[in-house]
């Protein structure tokens, strides 16, 4: 079950979430990262993801964040966008989010 989430809720969304992961790509290949998401202006900032991450982000800025849910059972936010390298960190602006429930 998934229910959308409208961006403008978005960081109040957030605060229900703790530590979530950044998902990037370049050649095929993901790469998954522990990452904290701070809203800032209209999209999100991630704080020092790892040269991986940023360079992954700036061959491909298409990526994904995953927020497990803190209880069991709970939700998992997920939030699609496109990510901008900035120095160390990389900007997120979001282009969808939803809450999803695994079937049980």
Known sequence: MSVLVDLADLPERLQEFDRG???TSQSG????????????????RITTPGRGSVANVGANPHLTLLFPP???PGM???????GAVDGDDVLVTPTG????????
């Not at 290949?29 to 999100?44: F, I, Q, T, W, Y």
């Not at 998992?76 to 496109?82: E, I, K, Y």
Request: glycine content about 6%.
């Open 21 to 23: 992961y950044l998902l």
């Open 70 to 72: 803190l209880t069991d």
């Open 97 to 104: 989010a939803v809450l999803h429930k695994p079937v049980s």
């Open 29 to 44: 290949l993901v790469k998954a990262v522990s990452v904290r998401a701070v809203p800032e202006d209209s999209g999100l």
């Open 76 to 82: 998992s936010l997920l939030v699609d966008g496109t």
